[in-house]
């Protein structure tokens, strides 16, 4: 059955101004293409950089980097995959052939696409529509897993992958005593930081979560986690919770240069900090107290391609834990005050439902 010519989709016109509008339905354009049907997509925090205007990036572009669906047409060279599979998308389009992604830094794929986003370079229109053009397919969707719903599985395109790797960077396969021992502190706790929680808890038995949002900590709470105010010093908490030393790992979720500051004098001598915040700014670095730390620090956007089955693997025991971030689910055609009510921090997350 063929497509129809037109779809419905969110599109970006500039700061604080997206419109739900007709838009041409996408078509094959190389032989690893699959135009997918879209079930669910999701407003993800790091779509507000450029809602806010924090980000310049060309308007028009159709937004949204995660979804999943159908397939509905496919290139001849898409062989693992059937038209009316059902599959999840990560938010990268990745080749697994190239240097990076055959060491597992599929986030860094010299072929890859990133969907719905302002990045200047190796973008393509998003999910946050009817249909959407998936290229690379064969080595970018993922089968659906089975009994998971769609308005849940849509965290697995981006923001669960994304907590699970800030998490795992550092603590997958801690010795028993460590795992113990440590101590470990997630600055910022939106939905990612929630799902960076959720992860850690599998892997160390201490997680303090900071932030300045009550509903937030409360959250972490929920989850497992010790919660510390923003505005109740939290450097001075961490130091008393560890006989003055400082937390071992310090997860950085906001993208902030003062958040990234304060993870830095929280974190032990020879410690580490995770930033994975989208920064767009420059952080105040001091290279002497860096070395005289011992601190190791990593940054970047997750390779969710590679990591998806160990991050699945976790997100099927605890995704139940996390249905509440998804409960703010409305159809695509009220995007424009979804994005309004998601701006003012009115939902942890909103999920579109697609046909209706």
Request: glycine residues 8%.
């Amino acid at each position: 059955m063929p497509l129809p010519e037109t779809m419905r989709a969110v599109v970006f016109h500039g700061p604080y101004n997206v419109a739900v509008e007709d838009r041409p339905t996408p078509k094959l354009q190389t032989p690893k293409d699959v135009i997918l049907k879209v079930s669910a997509s999701a407003l993800c925090g790091s779509d507000l950089h450029f809602y806010r205007g924090h980000l310049q990036c060309p308007r028009g572009f159709i937004c949204g980097h995660e979804f999943v669906g159908t397939i509905a047409e496919k290139g001849e060279e898409v062989s693992n995959f059937e038209i009316g599979d059902a599959v999840v998308v990560p938010f990268y389009a990745t080749c697994q052939e190239c240097y990076y992604c055959v060491r597992g830094q599929a986030s860094r794929c010299s072929q890859g696409f990133l969907f719905g986003n302002s990045a200047p370079a190796n973008t393509i229109d998003g999910g946050q529509a009817e249909f959407v053009r998936v290229p690379l397919a064969p080595t970018t969707l993922v089968h659906k897993p089975s009994g998971v719903p769609d308005h849940m599985l849509v965290l697995m395109a981006d923001i669960f992958p994304t907590g699970y790797f800030a998490a795992s960077r550092f603590l997958a396969n801690l010795a028993e005593r460590d795992r113990r021992e440590y101590t470990v502190a997630v600055v910022g706790c939106g939905p990612v930081g929630l799902c960076t929680i959720v992860s850690a808890l599998t892997m160390v038995d201490k997680v303090y979560a900071i932030d300045s949002v009550p509903e937030r900590l409360a959250e972490a709470e929920r989850l497992g986690a010790t919660s510390i105010p923003l505005s109740s010093d939290p450097v001075s908490k961490l130091r008393e919770a560890t006989d003055g030393r400082g937390a071992d790992v310090v997860i950085e979720v906001v993208g902030h240069a003062d958040a990234f500051m304060m993870c830095f004098e929280m974190v032990r001598p020879w410690g580490t900090i995770h930033s994975i915040g989208v920064h767009s700014e420059m952080l105040p670095l001091n290279g002497q107290r860096c070395y005289g730390k011992n601190v190791t620090m990593a940054f970047g956007r997750c390779p969710v391609r590679s990591i998806f089955d160990e991050a699945l693997a976790v997100f099927q025991k605890v995704y139940p834990k996390l249905e509440f971030l998804c409960g703010y689910r409305v159809p695509l055609e009220e995007a424009p005050q979804a994005y309004r009510d998601f701006e003012a921090r009115k939902a942890h997350k909103i999920v579109f439902r697609h046909g209706e």
